[in-house]
Antibody
Framework: QVQLVESGGGVVQPGTSLRLSCAAS????????MHWVRQAPGKGLEWVAV????????YYADSVKGRFTISRDSSRKTLYLQMNSLRAEDTAVYYC??????????????WGQGTLVTVS | QSVLTQPPSASGTPGQRVTISCSGS????????AYWYQHLPGTAPKLLIF???QRPSGVPDRFFGAKSGTSASLAINGLRSEDEAVYYC???????????FGGGTKLTVL
């Protein structure tokens, strides 16, 4: 079955960096786009970034553009989110999610349990 | 404000039918598929509807998705207490070159 397990969250100071990882299993990793989505305390879901199935195309929300970088390692079946210049407003639970197929505009279907990032 | 507009709350009694709306524009719902998610606190969001009206396997047929123009809707028939959750719509936005979610609708089963 599809499994997505995030790691790397924690408490960091403003202006510092953090890298999140998402280990994928139970499906052909290289055949799906992959998303990061976050939820700040008391707020709704906010899409963060998506990466193409082959890693060529990457798209970002305006709120993180220039600070966050999404990447993937197909040999390790792992998705990453490098977060730089962190701000208090980046505090959220970060979810890794699989896109339904290999099209760049395909939405998330399976989600991980999330990892909490606190910037304070 | 979210690019996709949902009512903040909805409610119904067990057995009733409830409908949640999602209003977008020509750059998102008007030209791309609408998705719907159910989110319970402390859990991973669950996909309910993709492709405007398609249910993944395992999603009960009480959940029904529809799209008309630049708006989408989620109907829940035969409301149950376990349906109490926050529901989000989502779609790709061609103008933003990114995915967008609605603000979420908290469904209360009275």
């Amino acid at each position: 079955q599809v499994q997505l397990v995030e790691s790397g969250g924690g408490v960091v100071q403003p202006g510092t960096s953090l890298r999140l990882s998402c280990a994928a299993s139970g499906f052909m990793f290289s055949s799906h786009v992959m998303h990061w989505v976050r939820q700040a305390p008391g707020k709704g879901l906010e899409w963060v970034a998506v990466i193409a199935h082959d890693g060529d195309n990457k798209y970002y929300a305006d709120s993180v553009k220039g600070r966050f970088t999404i990447s993937r390692d197909s040999s390790r079946k792992t998705l990453y989110l490098q977060m730089n210049s962190l701000r208090a407003e980046d505090t959220a639970v970060y979810y890794c999610a699989r896109g339904r197929n290999y099209y760049d505009d395909s939405g998330p279907d399976y989600w991980g349990q999330g990892t909490l990032v606190t910037v304070s | 404000q979210s690019v996709l507009t949902q009512p903040p709350s909805a409610s119904g009694t067990p057995g009733q039918r409830v409908t949640i709306s999602c209003s977008g524009s020509s750059s998102n719902i008007g030209s791309h598929s609408a998705y719907w998610y159910q989110h319970l606190p402390g859990t991973a969001p669950k996909l309910l509807i993709f492709g405007n009206n398609q249910r993944p396997s395992g999603v009960p047929d009480r959940f029904f998705g529809a799209k008309s123009g630049t708006s989408a809707s989620l109907a829940i028939n035969g409301l149950r207490s376990e349906d109490e959750a926050v529901y989000y719509c989502g779609a790709w936005d061609a103008s933003l070159s990114g995915w967008v979610f609605g603000g979420g609708t908290k469904l209360t089963v009275l």
